[in-house]
């Protein structure tokens, strides 16, 4: 018998046509889901929150007589109606009142302040200036310690007893800050100028509480260099920057002090 003759059969070329058109549509199919979960139609947001509440309103009226816990859906479309604004929260009379005698006290506390240290502040020694945080009493350090040292001078004790009965009859936070120059110190009591900041700060508050002030109304703080209120580049900017700086601290520090004080 005659043997068949098979063709040979031609390798195909283009399957991965097949391959790369599954891919497309995939691509396809995933941008258009992505696009669609970016775009929300409020009409059609609005009938799947009736539906999603309708639906748990018919399983717990179902449920009432099994022994479980009913619960309940509430679902919030998102709206935004131009033109309005929200309403402004209500002022409370009472909190009112209380900032207002807050101020007052503030007020009257800055005066016997400027009374107390009237011939300081004449020399330009003490600057009394209020802010949003309170009323700040900013004394030169030449007045209340000898160069490189943290022990007050007698005249400055005076001084400063003055203030701590002002200060006595409050009840608002107090925040003792010293500050130096950059001129460098290295002593066996200070090694640098944040230790000698820090030592000034705490003799203020340590007079004052011996003075009568409240321990717990008190903070002293060593700032160093850090923080200038002038140029060191001058021999007066450098004095400005050498000083004891008294934060007395406004309850409400959003509401604008409106205090009778000097620069």
Do not use: C
């Not at 449920?63 to 309940?72: I, K, L, Q, T, V």
């Not at 700040?136 to 009965?165: D, Y």
């Not at 944040?194 to 508050?205: I, Q």
Request: without cysteine; positive net charge.
């Amino acid at each position: 018998m005659a043997r068949r003759v098979h063709a040979e059969e031609h390798e195909n070329h283009e399957r991965w046509l097949v391959s790369y058109a599954d891919f497309i549509t995939l691509l396809f199919a995933f941008f258009v889901v992505m696009y669609s979960l970016s775009t929300v139609n409020e009409g059609k947001y609005r009938v799947l929150s009736d539906s999603l509440v309708s639906a748990f309103r018919n399983v717990n009226t179902n449920s009432r007589g099994a022994d479980a816990a009913a619960s309940s859906v509430r679902v919030l479309a998102p709206q935004a109606t131009p033109g309005l604004r929200p309403l402004a929260p209500l002022r409370n009379g009472k909190e009112e009142e209380r900032k207002r005698q807050s101020r007052e006290k503030m007020r009257s506390m800055a005066k016997d302040i400027l009374e107390a240290l009237g011939p300081l502040v004449k020399e330009g020694q003490v600057r009394v200036t209020d802010g949003l945080k309170g009323v700040t009493v900013e004394i030169n350090a030449s007045v209340l310690f000898p160069l490189g040292e943290a022990r007050l001078q007698p005249a400055a004790v005076r001084a400063l007893r003055s203030v701590a009965e002002v200060l006595a009859g409050t009840e608002f936070p107090i925040t003792v800050e010293g500050h130096t120059d950059p001129t460098p110190i290295a002593t066996p009591q200070f090694p640098s100028n944040w230790e000698l900041s820090g030592a000034r700060a705490s003799s203020v508050v340590r007079l004052f509480v011996e003075s009568g002030v409240l321990a717990q109304r008190l903070t002293a703080a060593g700032y160093g260099e850090q923080r200038p209120v002038a140029s060191n580049d001058t021999g007066e900017g450098r004095a400005r920057n050498r000083r004891v700086a008294i934060l007395i601290e406004s309850p409400h520090p959003d509401v604008p002090q409106e205090l009778p004080v000097k620069p």
